[in-house]
């Protein structure tokens, strides 16, 4: 148990050390990664990736009427990945510990500069549950501390 604490509390002081968001959800749950687009314009063009090396996982091309997830299907994701037509970000839906990892967006804008982000997706199995509740409790107290 002193262990896992130890664990926990590492686990928790790293997050966001990386300069990606971080996301984590219980298996089975939805998890919605945010494009930071507030509308898709015309001729945006965004990509979702996944994993090392990355692989395309959803691509958004409004000019060309493209909102397409089955490049998906071939990594897991199949019928599980939802885009919002207006934003581009990217729901994981009914998620399994397997699609924890990287994920990637670039968003390509004819008048503005490449943006990208990332977010490290950890998902939860029933035996990891109890250390990411010690992790809330824990960030909680810290919060509170503050």
Not at 20 to 43: A, F, N, Y
Not at 94 to 118: A, F, M, P
Request: hydrophobic share 35%.
């Amino acid at each position: 148990m002193f262990h896992r604490f130890w664990f926990c509390l590492c686990l928790w002081r790293l997050v966001g050390v990386f300069g990606e968001s971080v996301k984590m959800v219980t298996e089975g749950d939805s998890v919605t990664l945010e494009s930071g687009v507030t509308e898709i314009q015309t001729r945006d063009l965004i990509a979702w990736t996944f994993g090392r090396p990355e692989t395309q996982i959803a691509l958004i091309d409004k000019e060309d009427g493209i909102f397409s997830t089955s490049d998906g299907d071939a990594v897991g994701f199949r019928d599980r990945l939802k885009l919002d037509h207006q934003t581009g970000s990217l729901t994981i839906t009914n998620t399994r510990t397997t699609d924890s990892g990287l994920y990637h967006v670039t968003i390509k804008g004819i008048n503005t500069q490449t943006t990208n982000k990332r977010f490290s997706v950890t998902v939860y199995g029933e035996s990891q549950l109890q250390c990411h509740l010690c992790c809330q409790i824990h960030e909680k107290l810290f919060y509170k501390l503050k």
